[in-house]
């Protein structure tokens, strides 16, 4: 069965500096890989996902995620964090075939940026 | 354009009552997909169609629970009789899906959250 950790319950960070969110994966092939944000009081909003191919992947909003299968992490990064990003970060992962349909969720990662 | 309508956004309700939660998915969406968002276990797929009909619904906690789409525009979540432990918000989310496929991008609505007392 697939599943997903997210190590940080929650992360303190300053605006303007560098951010990492972990994400590490159990599926026993390639899997698709999300990354959503959920602000407060709203629905989630796909950030970025990966499928095959170049293993650095572009977001929106400034995010990157990149997909090390050595590790089976799928860490999200921004170089420069602004306070809107202040949100709840969750990483999903799906299985690898063209017929799956069921997304694994972590149990995510709240941010909060202090000024 | 319209993102995934639910209503309400807020339901109080006492243990023993029947809830129901609805939600019209973005027009020209073909897939539909119900959550359950909770502190403890965080967010579990509950039942997804496809082209209005139950394609998984092993995420459906116990036959208290059903869901329901009618037509491509409309979904209803309903548990009956509701318990404390219900409480939790419940998300729905649609995608253009070509046959089922995780790859096809999920769009959320902004959930339900469920109080039962």
């Known amino acids: 069965a697939q599943s997903v950790t997210q190590p940080d319950i929650h992360i303190t960070v300053s605006e303007g500096a560098s951010l990492e969110l972990r994400c590490n994966y159990s599926?026993?092939?390639?899997?698709?890989l999300f990354w959503y944000v959920q602000s407060p009081g709203q629905g989630l909003q796909l950030l970025l996902k990966?499928?095959?191919?170049?293993?650095l992947v572009q977001g929106i909003k400034g995010f990157e995620a990149e997909f090390k299968r050595s590790q089976s992490s799928f860490n999200l990064r921004k170089p420069s964090v602004h306070w809107s990003d202040a949100a709840e970060y969750f990483c999903?992962?799906?299985?690898?075939?063209?017929?799956?349909?069921?997304?694994?969720f972590g149990t995510g990662t709240r941010l909060q940026v202090t000024l | 354009d319209a993102g995934v309508i639910q209503s309400p956004r807020h339901e109080v309700t006492e243990m023993g009552q029947e809830v129901t939660l609805r939600c019209k998915p973005i027009?020209?969406?073909?897939?539909l997909f119900w959550y359950r968002q909770t502190m403890m276990r965080g967010l579990e797929l509950l039942i997804y169609?496809?082209?209005?009909?139950?394609?998984?619904d092993s995420g459906m906690p116990e036959d208290r629970f059903s869901a329901k789409m009618p037509n491509a525009s409309f979904s209803t979540l309903k548990i009956q009789p509701s318990e404390p432990r219900d409480s939790a918000v419940y998300f729905c989310?649609?995608?253009?899906?070509?046959?089922?496929?995780?790859?096809?991008?999920?769009?959320f609505g902004p959930g339900t959250r469920l109080t039962v007392l």
């Open positions: 599926y026993g092939a390639t899997p698709y």
């Open positions: 999903a992962v799906g299985p690898g075939t063209c017929t799956a349909s069921k997304l694994t």
């Open positions: 990966y499928f095959s191919g170049d293993t």
């Open positions: 169609f496809n082209n209005n009909v139950p394609i998984d």
């Open positions: 989310a649609s995608s253009i899906n070509k046959g089922g496929r995780v790859t096809d991008t999920q769009y």
């Open positions: 027009s020209g969406h073909n897939s």
